[in-house]
T-cell receptor
Framework: DVKVTQSSRYLVKRTGEKVFLECVQD?????MFWYRQDPGLGLRLIYF???????EKGDIPEGYSVSREKKERFSLILESASTNQTSMYLC????????????FGEGSWLTVV | KNQVEQSPQSLIILEGKNCTLQ??????????LRWYKQDTGRGPVSLTI?????NTKSNGRYTATLDADTKQSSLHITASQLSDSASYIC???????????FGSGTRLLVRP
C-alpha cells in the first residue's frame, strides 16, 4: 500500500513564526503536491514538484515555499506564519503522468494565533 | 475557466437507502475524472478514475458514471452504510495541465 506520511497532524504556531510541514512518501513517486483545504473552497494547490529540486507554483503560492532535496520528501515552509494561513494542509503524491492515482496524506491541521 | 461544480452541497439519508451525487465540469481538454471519499479529519481516498471512453465504473457499492458529451458525472451509492458518512469530492484533470481541479465536495450524512 502506498503511504504518504505527514509528520505533524496538529500544530499551533504564533504569528510570525517559521513553520515546517514535512511529507514523506514510500512509493518512489515522481510527483508530490501540497494543498490547503478550507471549508467551502475545496482543495487549492500551493506548490507542485515533479522531480528532486524541481518545483512549480500552484494557484496560491504566496506566503509559502517548498523544498524537495530527496525524492521521497517534500516540505512546505511558511516563512512567517499569519492567521490567514490557519488551515488543513494536505500532501499528496503520484507517479508521473496525468492518469495515475494521487495518494493523499492524512493532513496537518495548522492553527496560527 | 476550468471549473468543477458538485451538487448537492450536503445530503442526509437513512441507512440502507441509495443516493446519487452530481458533478458538472467545464474542464477542457479533458483527461480524466476522479471521485474521492474524505472522512472527517482525514485525507481523501480515491474511489474511481474515469477516462473519456468510460461510461460506468464500479467499486463495491459505489458506481460512477461519466457523460463526456454533457460533461457530467455522478456517483451512486447503493444500500448506504453509516461508514459512508463523509465528503465526496469530484476532481477533473485537464489533458493540457498537471493540475487537478477540485469540486467543493458533497457532505453526506447517513443516519441509522
Amino acid at each position: 500500500d502506498v503511504k504518504v506520511t505527514q509528520s505533524s497532524r496538529y500544530l499551533v504556531k504564533r504569528t510570525g513564526e517559521k513553520v515546517f510541514l514535512e511529507c514523506v512518501q514510500d512509493m518512489d513517486h515522481e510527483n508530490m503536491f501540497w494543498y490547503r483545504q478550507d471549508p467551502g473552497l475545496g482543495l487549492r494547490l500551493i506548490y507542485f514538484s515533479y522531480d528532486v529540486k524541481m518545483k512549480e507554483k500552484g494557484d496560491i503560492p504566496e506566503g509559502y515555499s517548498v523544498s524537495r532535496e530527496k525524492k521521497e520528501r517534500f516540505s512546505l515552509i511558511l516563512e512567517s506564519a499569519s492567521t490567514n494561513q490557519t488551515s488543513m494542509y494536505l500532501c499528496a503524491s503520484s507517479l508521473g503522468g496525468s492518469g495515475n492515482t494521487i495518494y493523499f496524506g492524512e493532513g496537518s491541521w495548522l492553527t496560527v494565533v | 475557466k476550468n471549473q468543477v461544480e458538485q451538487s448537492p452541497q450536503s445530503l442526509i439519508i437513512l441507512e440502507g437507502k441509495n443516493c446519487t451525487l452530481q458533478c458538472n465540469y467545464t474542464v477542457s481538454p479533458f483527461s480524466n475524472l476522479r471521485w474521492y471519499k474524505q472522512d472527517t479529519g482525514r485525507g481523501p481516498v480515491s474511489l474511481t478514475i474515469m477516462t473519456f471512453s468510460e461510461n460506468t465504473k464500479s467499486n463495491g457499492r459505489y458506481t460512477a458514471t461519466l457523460d463526456a458529451d454533457t460533461k457530467q458525472s455522478s456517483l451512486h451509492i447503493t444500500a448506504s452504510q453509516l461508514s459512508d458518512s463523509a465528503s465526496y469530492i469530484c476532481v477533473v484533470i485537464s489533458r493540457s495541465s498537471y493540475k487537478l481541479i477540485f469540486g467543493s465536495g458533497t457532505r453526506l450524512l447517513v443516519r441509522p
